[in-house]
């Protein structure tokens, strides 16, 4: 009998547990359903999925958060209504590990950065 092997993104989030896990796997399924043709990876050892070769979306797990990550410094300043508890620096929007992002918000990330890249030629 053959071992299913895992994907570099299920042995990541393998060392998560709890609420924290879970969040990170909700993000993902998220990911996976909006970014049907993307391939799923790792970057800079993080989460990434990438869709004609291009980072579209990470996400990762900390201490005290998690983040997602749009792969661009001017994606997050092009959406608006995140999250109060959400917190944001020019690449990372950080979010406390027991709260889930919404399909709302991760499809104006992915719309965002699409522009980005429309706009970056």
């Known amino acids: 009998m053959t071992a299913v092997s ?61 983040s997602y990550f749009p792969h661009s410094g001017s994606v997050l300043e092009r959406v608006s209504s995140i999250p109060e508890w959400c917190s944001l620096s020019k690449g990372t929007l950080r979010f406390p590990l027991d709260r889930d992002l919404s399909r709302t918000l991760v499809q104006r990330l992915i719309r965002a950065k699409f522009a980005d890249l429309k706009e970056r030629g």
């Open 6 to 66: 895992s994907s570099p993104i299920d042995e990541y989030l393998a060392g998560f547990s709890g609420r924290q896990r879970e969040s990170l796997e909700k993000l993902r399924r998220t990911l996976r359903e909006e970014l049907p043709d993307a391939e799923e990876g790792m970057s800079y050892g993080l989460p990434c999925f990438k869709v004609g070769g291009r980072a579209i979306a990470g996400f990762g797990g900390y201490k005290n958060h998690n």
